[in-house]
């Protein structure tokens, strides 16, 4: 039996045929600490299901080798390289292929989920007949491409629909959201559910018995793909995407919504070419070439930290928005953390509003009183003794944080680390009269702070390698992308954002409704407008970055953020530029005959690459990747235009100078082109 077999060798997979007939296969893909589906993996599982086609065994269990968990999804490297070579279809083709045969096979076949389940991982389980998952914590299942400006194209998006029903399916691939195993088992996507250490013997009974599923379940999933439910559903489905993302911008989840409504009641042959031919186009355009690089930047970023950041105890000093919800996020995050102020009354509003986020973000109410317990109030500030990582979150003014500085160093550790979340104040301002500079960092978070996804690690010429890894490690235990930067004023983000919302303001100050300059700044991709966003991070904080940050640039600052009235600071306030209700702004009406000027949109976005091109000039960062990562993430500059260096090089570096030169004969100096627009950087092909 079986002997197809014989005297065989794979490279990535393990074959066993078990005494009962069930053949288990193992990915334990060859040189990598994660199983992903590269071709070879792809070509050799082929020859395995061809070899069992002929000599069909009783059942085949599909699992995974590695601790780490199922299969993480194609690889997209190789992905980037069908892309560069113009063989994305073949690719396509094959894995469909593959997994068709698999589907195919005259027995019962099961995938043992375990970890993480993902993308062609997915569409692997997706082919086999039954699934069962691991009820470990750590087991996610999901369909992320869209999020790479793609849909699942191994079979995925013509099967799921089927499985589960079109509602269930749709959502999770418009969204991209991973599924724990029991939400899995609820939908319908896992047969069975199973305790990690006997998920294989579970998958084994399955083979040997099957199930079915209830009756309600496989008519609902049939129903919602009739012809008539596609043309009720899809154009539902359109609406809440566009409520999120532009098609223009975004066009993967409209195609993916697109290719169903048309193709959804086919055979499998009809729905799986359908699928093929939508997703080979979408792989061509460049929002999924965008968006496949930001990935490859956030796993860059990931790197940048080692394992582990020898930091257990965080003490923060400095109890407002910022320094009290960076507190909480650590707490959240399994750190000890004590939070200190001047009096009382400044720390209890950033306790309640830790206890909010522990309630938002911790789903079993029994776990949160051990998190709560990880946060303490600490008036005395007697956690500067015990801490391992300093935070400093006082006022934007360099005397007194210097003040601070000298009352709590001589308390710390010898190998504490000191760091401000100063947003601007160059570090050569803060260092003066530290005794030991080379433990003293900027770690900049970013408002709202359980959000925003990056933290720049600002750096000084005095500071010790091992610090600045040192804080990686801990961005990565808080789930964040930190970014090394130098420790000029404003660093990046702030520097590179400044000029954007000083020309809004400015366009504001003439007269331009700021709903206005919101529309024109959202058309171009960013999540929120300038004038909003002025209102977001407060007036205040606006008018404190300009006086640090103006000056350096040789800007001129408008009334609007040069002075702040008492209980007009914007969002926190309930009124600024904007009035605010429910934490919404509250728009004045545009008269419907009002044209916006032509060249609004380039006077907020020039002055953001402007200042982007003379960072890298001056190297605020290390290069170019590094610098559209930060602007992505710490911004949300449109990311699928890939950040302002990508953007740059898409449009064309020559041709944005000479629009810049045209604004700077209109408007005034403020656009004049920065050094470093003849970097060949700018100029290299976009891929």
Not at 1 to 24: C, K, N, P, Y
Not at 349 to 373: C, G, H, I, N, S
Not at 423 to 429: Q, T
Not at 544 to 571: D, H, I, M, N
Request: glycine share 10%; proline share 6%.
């Amino acid at each position: 039996m079986l002997s197809g077999f014989d005297g065989l060798r794979f490279t990535h997979w393990q074959a066993e045929i078990r005494d009962d007939g069930i053949v288990v296969l193992a990915l334990d893909r060859h040189d990598s600490p994660v199983n992903a589906m590269s071709q070879d993996v792809l070509l050799e599982l082929g020859d395995i299901v061809e070899r069992l086609a002929i000599d069909p065994p009783k059942g085949v269990v599909i699992r995974s080798a590695k601790a780490a968990g199922f299969i993480a999804g194609a690889d997209l490297k190789e992905f980037q390289e069908f892309d560069r070579r113009g063989t994305v279809n073949d690719a396509i083709r094959r894995g469909q292929s593959v997994y068709q045969k698999l589907a195919e096979l005259p027995c019962p076949t099961v995938a043992a989920i375990h970890g993480h389940c993902l993308g062609g991982g997915t569409e692997l389980a997706l082919a086999c007949r039954y699934r069962v998952a691991s009820n470990d914590a750590s087991t996610r299942i999901g369909l992320p491409e869209t999020q790479l400006g793609i849909f699942p194209g191994w079979g995925g998006s013509a099967r799921l629909p089927r499985l589960v029903g079109a509602p269930a399916a749709m959502d999770m691939m418009l969204t991209g959201r991973t599924l724990s195993a029991s939400a899995a088992r609820g939908i319908g996507l896992v047969d069975k559910v199973a305790a990690p250490a006997v998920l294989l013997d579970a998958a084994v009974a399955l083979a040997q018995s099957g199930t079915t599923r209830p009756f309600k379940q496989r008519a609902g999933a049939w129903l919602t793909n009739t012809w008539l439910a596609r043309q009720i559903l899809a154009p539902q489905m359109v609406k809440q995407v566009a409520r999120k993302a532009k098609k223009e911008h975004y066009p993967a989840p409209y195609a993916l919504i697109s290719t169903w409504e048309r193709s959804g009641g086919g055979n499998i042959h009809k729905r799986l070419d359908a699928e093929r031919r939508a997703v080979v186009k979408l792989a061509g355009g460049a929002t999924a070439r965008n968006l496949i690089r930001i990935f490859f930047l956030t796993e860059r970023l990931k790197a940048l930290g080692g394992k582990d950041a020898n930091i257990r105890h965080v003490h923060v000093v400095g109890a407002g928005v910022m320094g009290g919800d960076i507190a909480a996020w650590a707490a959240y995050k399994g750190f000890d953390v004590t939070l200190q102020d001047r009096e009382q009354r400044f720390i209890d509003p950033a306790m309640t509003r830790a206890q909010a986020l522990f309630e938002k973000k911790v789903k079993d109410p029994a776990k949160r009183p051990d998190v709560a317990a990880r946060l303490k109030a600490d008036l005395a500030g007697d956690g500067v003794a015990r801490a391992d990582l300093v935070i400093e979150a006082i006022i934007e003014n360099p005397e007194a944080k210097r003040e601070l500085y000298q009352s709590l160093e001589p308390k710390m550790k010898a190998d504490a680390l000191l760091t401000s979340n100063t947003s601007s104040i160059p570090l050569v301002e803060l260092r003066e009269h530290i005794a030991r500079p080379a433990q003293f960092a900027g770690l900049h978070y970013f408002n709202p702070v359980a959000q925003m996804p990056l933290v720049e690690i600002i750096h000084h010429d005095g500071m010790a390698p091992e610090t600045g890894q040192r804080l990686a490690a801990f961005c990565k235990a808080l789930g964040k992308f930190p970014v090394p930067v130098a420790g000029s004023p404003g660093f990046l983000v702030n520097r590179v954002l400044f000029p954007y919302m000083l020309e809004a303001a400015t366009a504001y100050a003439e007269g331009i409704p700021g709903a206005v300059i919101d529309k024109a700044a959202v058309k171009f991709g960013m999540p929120m407008g300038p004038i909003e966003l002025i209102d977001t991070v407060g007036l205040d904080v606006a008018a404190g970055v300009s006086k640090e940050l103006a000056p350096f640039l040789g800007l001129q600052v408008p009334a609007a953020l040069a002075t702040v009235e008492p209980g007009k600071r914007g969002k926190k306030d309930g009124q600024g530029i904007y009035r605010w209700e429910n934490g919404r702004a509250v728009k004045p009406e545009v008269a419907k005959d009002y044209q916006a000027p032509s060249d609004l949109e380039d006077r907020l976005v020039l002055p953001l690459l402007n200042e982007a091109v003379a960072c890298l000039h001056e190297g605020v960062v290390a290069d170019a990747d590094l610098l559209d990562a930060g602007v992505i993430f710490g911004t949300g500059f449109a990311p699928f235009r890939g950040g302002p260096i990508q953007h740059i090089r898409a449009t064309g570096a020559d041709a944005l100078v000479e629009k810049l030169h045209t604004l700077q004969a209109r408007h005034g100096d403020r656009f004049s082109p920065r050094p470093g627009w003849d970097a060949p950087v700018l100029r290299e092909p976009v891929a």
